[in-house]
Structures are given as C-alpha cells and as structure tokens.
T-cell receptor, first 112, second 107 residues
Framework: DAGVIQSPRHEVTEMGQEVTLRCKPI?????LFWYRQTMMRGLELLIY????????DSGMPEDRFSAKMPNASFSTLKIQPSEPRDSAVYFC??????????FGSGTRLTVV | GQQVMQIPQYQHVQEGEDFTTYCNSS?????IQWYKQRPGGHPVFLIQ?????EVKKQKRLTFQFGEAKKNSSLHITATQTTDVGTYFC???????FGTGTSLTVIP
C-alpha cells in the first residue's frame, strides 16, 4: 500500500484565493482525519469522518473552511477565501477502527 | 475540550543518555497513543496503551500508562541520533494530540 497520499505537497497562494487540499486514505480504513500543524498551536484536529460521514467538525476554524469525503478513497479540505493566518502544514490521516493513525506527508500551505 | 499536556517541551541530551517525556490529561483516558515526528516529516504511530498500569517495550523505548489512566510516559534508554524528533501523545479515541516534546541528541 502506498500509504496516505496528499496533494499538493506545497501550495503558495495569494490571500483571497481558494485553496483545495486533497487526500487519498489507505484502502480499508474507516476513519479519516484532517489536522493542521503550526508552531504556535501544535497539531489541531480540524474534522474527522467515519465511513465517509463527517462526525465532528468543531475544530474547523470558521466558515471559510469546508471538508468533504464523497467516497471512501478521497477527501478534500477547501479554504475559501484563504488568509495569511491559514499558513500551516495540513495533514490528512486515516485509520482502521481508530487504532493508530497513518499520516500523509502533509501539504505545506503558504498564503501571502 | 480535551487538555493533554506534555513535559518537557524541549529536551537536549548527550548521545547515550536516557530521555523521558510525560503526558498528562485532565480527564481519564480510554487509551493513549504515542507518535514520533522527525524534523520536516509527519507523525508516525509508535504504540497504543489501553490498560491501567500497562507497560510496553519496543527495543530501547518503554511506554507506560498510569494507574488512573490520566498520564503516560515514554522512556528512551541510551539515546541515539536516530531518536531525534518530536514525540507526541494522543488521546486515542478523542483524537487530540499533546503539545509534544522535541528531543535533540548531541553526538
């Protein structure tokens, strides 16, 4: 298995632009998580899905953030419009029955 | 929300010295997980502890879950340069991560 695949690896965008981050979880995993990591706030849980259904999105900063999981093999995290304070590394992770998350390599987002 | 604090925040050790990081929760945990993140990398799952007082070992790493299931520790014996990174605890099925302990090993 290729593990959790995220794209793009790096994204530089201008303030106000829409950003879409993509994630392909490990086949067979039933949980998918989106985390954001910054020096100041550490690893923050944004949202998680169970069997493609969003369960808890209380960590999503505000309405500018949205996440979808249209099927078991794909998820997106969208930021519209983006702001400089959204600059961070965004990780997608998946797991089977919550036992140990497998993280993707992350997307480093820079909003200028 | 769930509060999980880790101490220390940073630790510098000479190669060969031991290292310990502690994870403390304000509430009782059903289980706890430990992860390692190398500089520039992503968190990698190390282990899960479930039972009160549980102790597990992986080579030079020893993981312990407190009797009250509110705290946990990771101990590394005789550190090596390959141990460099940040160690996180995670509150299992609450999905929160601790603040992490960044380990630097001086050759």
């Amino acid at each position: 298995d290729a593990g959790v695949i995220q794209s793009p690896r790096h994204e530089v965008t201008e303030m106000g632009q829409e950003v879409t981050l993509r994630c392909k979880p490990i086949s067979g995993h039933d949980y998918l998580f989106w985390y954001r990591q910054t020096m100041m706030r550490g690893l923050e849980l944004l949202i998680y899905f169970n069997n493609n259904v969003p369960i808890d999105d209380s960590g999503m900063p505000e309405d500018r953030f949205s996440a979808k999981m249209p099927n078991a093999s794909f998820s997106t995290l969208k930021i519209q419009p983006s702001e400089p304070r959204d600059s961070a590394v965004y990780f997608c992770a998946s797991s089977y029955r919550i036992y140990g998350y497998t993280f993707g390599s992350g997307t480093r987002l820079t909003v200028v | 929300g769930q509060q999980v604090m880790q101490i220390p925040q940073y630790q510098h050790v000479q190669e060969g010295e031991d290292f310990t990081t502690y994870c403390n929760s304000s509430t009782t945990l059903s289980n706890i997980q430990w992860y390692k993140q190398r500089p520039g990398g992503h968190p990698v799952f190390l282990i899960q502890l479930v039972k009160s007082g549980e102790v597990k070992k992986q080579k030079r790493l020893t993981f312990q879950f407190g009797e009250a299931k509110k705290n946990s520790s990771l101990h590394i014996t005789a550190t090596q340069t390959t141990d460099v990174g940040t160690y996180f605890c995670s509150t299992g099925n609450q999905f929160y991560f601790g603040t992490g302990t960044s380990l630097t090993v001086i050759p």
